[in-house]
């Protein structure tokens, strides 16, 4: 019995040394043990030795357990400087270091300011945006020029509508300025933009307290509803302040301040031309304090001769005598042009009704006062051969027998008004002169009525007969070019 006992003892003793040699798994302080993760390891041996149990704890390690999901949204990667714990969680952005980027301030407190673009090293804070406006320094230094951008109830978002630049974003602050940032580099953009904009909702999360008025109304709006996660303000909270509410306006949607703006300076504008429209001086008004003079260029024949008291325009009559004074045996006189340059100098000149002297050296060149004639009768309201005659010397000129048709125009003549007649006499008496010289300037009855016969008269309407139209044109000037001594009583010399 003695001995049954030593040998109980011998081995109670070897299984406990047994335990105490077995490795034991350390567990991780946030890891949990599965359930049913205990297995039973059961040596099996050959030999006649016992068969020991074992127990050993299986636990899964970090490296086991399934991935989580990457999240594939900017805001949330780690290299926009972004702590995230868990998926919903919000917190601070990590302050980043000073870099270069093209900044623009657009608007100063609801002000328009000139968009200038400048290289700024900007710093982002907890609660601000530091603009250094000093582009050779690498730090922002104390007493420099800079800008502070508060971002607490701005609002951030990319745009391509305010400048033709790419990567650009736009900074609204809720004093109503607004600032353009920009880089070359998408990646620069893209990191300044997804920190500024978590700085914003950080610093507008512990602020979203205060709320604002909206415009045209006594109802209080969210300050930051118009971010993400914050809901539209209930509409029965009322404003109890006016005097609170001026204050508070400052603070309002820029956008909603220029659509007012705007919408009162064109008011503005509109009133202001209303009042110019209806005080107005008549037109004769200003033709008796001087302030507008009448023109001789685009002047009806009729009122330009009863305004100067004759029935040939003074003009006309200058024109024809500086070139019967010089110009007879100019080569090609009435069809080579002259500098129209000069010819509306020289017309110039005559509207502004100043003293013209033909003789002057500037005009010099004949050609120019030709050309200036031949602009005066082109631009008559209606031709020296009125509209309504235009038909009818087109059938006068289809008569075959010749003295009927010298007969039938030379009537048609007559029944002009007295201006028309007058002045068509002195200018074909003239061309009757040019016409005597032919050999020296080279100018035929033909290459006259070429001239004259599309500048001194055309229908109202042109039918789309411009060819055939020409053509009578033409023939109506020579014909009374070569009969003008019979039509119209001239002297022969």
Same mark, same amino acid.
């Given at each position: 019995?003695?001995?049954?006992?030593?040998?109980?003892?011998?081995?109670?003793?070897?299984?406990?040394?047994?335990?105490?040699?077995?490795?034991?798994?350390?567990?991780?302080?946030?890891?949990?043990?599965?359930?049913?993760?205990?297995?039973?390891? =059961?040596?099996?041996?050959?030999?006649?030795?016992?068969?020991?149990?074992?127990?050993?704890?299986?636990?899964?390690?970090?490296? $086991?357990?399934?991935?989580?999901?990457?999240?594939?949204?900017?805001?949330?990667?780690?290299?926009?400087?972004?702590?995230?714990?868990?998926?919903?969680?919000?917190?601070?952005?990590?302050?980043?270091?000073?870099?270069?980027?093209?900044?623009?301030?657009?608007?100063?407190?609801?002000?328009?300011?000139?968009?200038?673009?400048?290289?700024?090293?900007?710093? !982002?804070?907890?609660?601000?945006?530091?603009? @250094?406006?000093?582009?050779?320094?690498?730090?922002?230094?104390?007493?420099?020029?800079?800008?502070?951008?508060?971002?607490?109830?701005?609002?951030?978002?990319?745009?391509?509508?305010?400048?033709?630049?790419?990567?650009?974003?736009?900074?609204?602050?809720?004093? #109503?300025?607004?600032?353009?940032?920009?880089?070359?580099?998408?990646?620069?953009?893209?990191?300044? @933009?997804?920190?500024?904009?978590?700085? =914003?909702?950080?610093?507008?999360?512990? $602020?979203?307290?205060?709320?604002?008025w909206r415009s045209n109304s006594t109802e209080y709006l969210s300050r930051?509803?118009?971010? +993400?996660?914050?809901?539209?303000?209930?509409?029965?909270?009322?404003?109890?302040?006016?005097?609170?509410?001026?204050?508070?306006?400052?603070?309002?949607?820029?956008?909603?301040? @220029?659509?007012?703006?705007?919408?009162?300076?064109?008011?503005?504008?509109?009133?202001?031309?209303?009042?110019?429209?209806?005080?107005?001086?008549?037109?004769?008004?200003?033709?008796?304090?001087?302030?507008?003079?009448?023109?001789?260029?685009?002047? @009806?024949?009729?009122?330009?001769?009863?305004?100067?008291?004759?029935?040939?325009?003074?003009?006309?009559?200058?024109?024809?005598?500086?070139?019967?004074?010089?110009?007879?045996?100019? $080569?090609?006189?009435?069809?080579?042009?002259?500098?129209?340059?000069?010819?509306?100098?020289?017309?110039?000149?005559? $509207?502004?009704?100043?003293?013209?002297? *033909?003789?002057?050296?500037?005009?010099?060149?004949?050609?120019? =006062?030709?050309?200036?004639?031949?602009?005066?009768?082109?631009? *008559?309201?209606?031709?020296?051969?009125?509209?309504?005659? %235009?038909?009818? %010397?087109?059938?006068? =000129?289809?008569?075959?027998?010749?003295? !009927?048709?010298?007969?039938?125009?030379?009537?048609?003549?007559?029944?002009? +008004?007295?201006?028309?007649?007058?002045?068509?006499?002195?200018?074909?008496?003239?061309?009757?002169?040019?016409?005597?010289?032919?050999?020296?300037?080279?100018?035929?009855?033909? #290459?006259i009525s070429i001239v004259f016969g599309p500048t001194l008269m055309w229908?109202? *309407?042109?039918?789309?007969?411009?060819?055939?139209?020409?053509?009578?044109?033409?023939?109506?000037?020579?014909?009374?070019?070569?009969?003008?001594?019979?039509? %119209?009583?001239?002297?022969?010399?």
């Open positions: 019995m003695v001995m049954e006992g030593m040998r109980f003892v011998h081995r109670v003793a070897n299984l406990q040394n047994a335990v105490k040699q077995m490795p034991v798994a350390q567990t991780p302080q946030h890891s949990s043990v599965a359930q049913g993760a205990v297995q039973m390891r =059961i040596q099996n041996s050959q030999s006649s030795q016992d068969r020991l149990s074992q127990s050993k704890s299986m636990v899964l390690q970090d490296s $086991d357990l399934p991935p989580k999901p990457i999240s594939r949204h900017r805001r949330n990667q780690s290299q926009h400087n972004v702590i995230v714990t868990g998926a919903t969680s919000l917190e601070p952005t990590v302050n980043l270091k000073g870099e270069h980027l093209n900044v623009a301030k657009i608007l100063e407190k609801g002000k328009k300011h000139k968009k200038n673009w400048g290289l700024m090293l900007i710093m !982002l804070t907890s609660e601000e945006l530091l603009l @250094h406006k000093d582009k050779q320094e690498t730090s922002v230094k104390a007493g420099g020029k800079i800008d502070v951008v508060s971002l607490c109830g701005a609002t951030i978002k990319w745009t391509s509508e305010k400048s033709s630049k790419k990567n650009v974003f736009q900074i609204t602050t809720n004093t #109503g300025s607004e600032y353009l940032l920009q880089s070359d580099i998408y990646s620069t953009s893209s990191k300044w @933009h997804d920190a500024i904009k978590k700085t =914003i909702e950080s610093v507008t999360k512990e $602020d979203r307290g205060f709320a604002l930051h509803s118009s971010l +993400p996660g914050y809901g539209t303000a209930s509409s029965n909270m009322k404003i109890q302040n006016p005097v609170h509410r001026r204050s508070i306006n400052v603070f309002s949607s820029s956008k909603l301040k @220029h659509s007012v703006s705007d919408s009162i300076d064109k008011n503005g504008v509109k009133n202001r031309l209303k009042k110019f429209i209806s005080r107005r001086p008549s037109m004769q008004t200003l033709k008796e304090k001087g302030l507008i003079k009448d023109r001789v260029f685009g002047c @009806h024949l009729f009122t330009l001769c009863e305004r100067e008291g004759t029935t040939v325009p003074k003009f006309v009559r200058m024109c024809l005598n500086a070139v019967e004074k010089r110009g007879l045996e100019a $080569d090609g006189i009435y069809r080579v042009s002259g500098n129209l340059a000069t010819i509306q100098k020289l017309r110039f000149l005559v $509207d502004q009704e100043e003293d013209l002297d *033909l003789d002057h050296s500037q005009w010099e060149d004949i050609h120019v =006062i030709s050309g200036a004639l031949k602009m005066f009768f082109r631009e *008559l309201p209606e031709p020296l051969f009125p509209f309504k005659s %235009f038909q009818q %010397f087109v059938e006068a =000129i289809q008569i075959k027998e010749s003295k !009927l048709k010298v007969q039938a125009v030379k009537k048609l003549i007559q029944c002009l +008004p007295r201006t028309n007649q007058d002045t068509m006499k002195l200018l074909f008496s003239h061309l009757q002169r040019v016409l005597a010289f032919s050999q020296k300037n080279l100018m035929s009855t033909q #290459g229908p109202e *309407l042109d039918a789309g007969n411009m060819a055939v139209n020409m053509v009578y044109q033409n023939q109506i000037v020579e014909f009374i070019l070569i009969n003008s001594q019979e039509i %119209f009583n001239l002297d022969r010399k």
